[in-house]
């Protein structure tokens, strides 16, 4: 098992990742990462948030030449390693980084996206904004859209879009030497991500909430034995555990004793397991945890510290409408809030992942240690340096 590209582990070199090997990972700066995430009460504001208006627009950045080398070695891995290992399963794990900030795209993907088709983001004007306080912290610690403008906006807009459409072109690379050496027969192929953004909607930007811009995440599978289909059962990374497994010959139950997930084969091919699929967050630009479950076509968001919020994602999959406060839902929210603690104690969970948080504050020195080293804003590539403000 092979790793190309982006990883995001600590990068020691005792560290057993998993992998056989690891060709130009990325991983958290310094082994230690974003230490102001550590801090989770009277949230800093962070010093680099002007950078992603200012930045907003065509160009490269070391993250776009680090995804044309993924993308390379990704080609040079499948051409002359993969022949070699045809008695056996491999799996390739190839991770790029676009489309996260900065918003720079390489300028023949840009402008595929002209400025006055851009749409500006939803519930963007102040007087539309919902007013839950968990955005207001988070709102307040990643002040981005202090440094917007319609101009910006829409630029922001297009370069997000360009990096997108810069990703799938590096991803169709990839997958064309699959038809080039015959590998596709017999090859299968996972694509997916690890969260999406704001992207300025409801004035917020970055990847730290539970709407679905952020949390709904692209997972597709193809390959030999996959049936072609839109499913629409709510699935999660956790069920990847068991397609990989499954993929490589290693479908033994007692291989997923302790581990929860259902394999995707098995979802493509019309399973519905009866459960709720868990999101949770304990991070950067949060006081307080946040849980998240999809219970039917319901998604009920959970604060350990502040008030819930409900949406119908049927009738609203925009999410404009929050039905917390509606009385008629009140009986779906504590089945919902039952189901959650089925799941877990989300107060116990908050108070243990602060408690280990506070430790590790501790270790780097202390808040004001902490705030003195400053925001990353992002992880350099391999061969760059860190920039903190």
């Known amino acids: 098992m092979v790793s190309i590209g982006k990883l995001h582990f600590r990068g020691h070199p005792q560290d057993d990742n998993g992998f056989s090997e690891e060709i130009i990972p990325m991983n958290i700066i310094e082994g230690r990462g974003d230490l102001m995430g550590l801090v989770r009460q009277d949230l800093p504001e962070r010093g680099l948030a002007w950078k992603i208006a200012k930045l ?12 044309r080398e993924i993308a390379t070695r990704a080609e040079i891995w499948l051409r002359e390693e993969a022949p070699r290992h045809r008695d056996k399963p491999w799996v390739l794990f190839v991770s790029f980084v676009c489309p996260h900030f900065p918003l720079v795209a390489p300028s023949e993907f840009y402008y595929r996206y002209p400025l ?11 007087g539309e904004r919902p007013q839950h306080p968990y955005l207001r912290d988070y709102a307040g610690s990643f002040a981005y859209d202090r440094y917007f403008d319609e101009e910006k906006l829409r630029k922001a807009t297009a370069a997000y879009y360009g990096l ?19 590998l596709r027969e017999n090859t299968r192929v996972l694509y997916t991500s690890d969260h999406g953004d704001n992207l300025g909607a409801r004035g917020l930007w970055g990847k730290s909430t539970m709407y679905e811009e952020v949390a709904g995440v692209p997972l597709v599978i193809e390959g030999p034995g996959i049936p072609r289909a839109k499913i629409d059962t709510p699935a ?3 069920d990847t555990y068991p397609f990989i497994l499954q993929c490589a010959g290693l479908d033994e139950p007692e291989r997923h004793e302790g581990y929860p997930g259902h394999s995707l084969l098995e ?42 919020q409900l949406f119908d994602l049927a ?31 989300p107060a116990e969970v908050d108070a243990r992942a602060k408690k280990r948080q506070a430790e590790l504050l501790e270790q780097h020195g ?9 925001d990353l804003g992002f992880t350099p590539p391999p061969g760059y340096p860190a920039i903190f403000g």
């Open 56 to 67: 907003a627009g065509p160009g490269e950045t070391p993250y776009t030449a680090y995804d």
């Open 116 to 126: 006055e088709r851009m749409p500006l983001p939803k519930q963007y004007a102040p």
């Open 164 to 182: 997108c459409s810069f990703l799938d072109d590096n991803v169709g690379k990839v997958l064309r030497v699959l038809d080039d050496t015959g």
């Open 236 to 238: 999660s990374h956790v």
């Open 267 to 308: 979802l493509a091919r019309g399973a519905r397991p009866e459960r709720n699929v868990l999101c949770e967050y304990h991070g950067m630009g949060s006081t307080t945890g946040a849980f998240m479950i999809r219970h039917g076509a319901y998604k009920y968001v959970h604060y350990v510290a502040y008030r819930p």
């Open 315 to 345: 009738a609203d999959p925009e999410e404009l409408n929050d039905l917390a406060a509606e009385p008629r839902y009140a009986g779906l929210i504590e089945e919902c809030r039952a189901r959650l603690h089925a799941i877990c104690d």
């Open 366 to 374: 202390g808040r004001e240690a902490v705030l003195r080293r400053g």
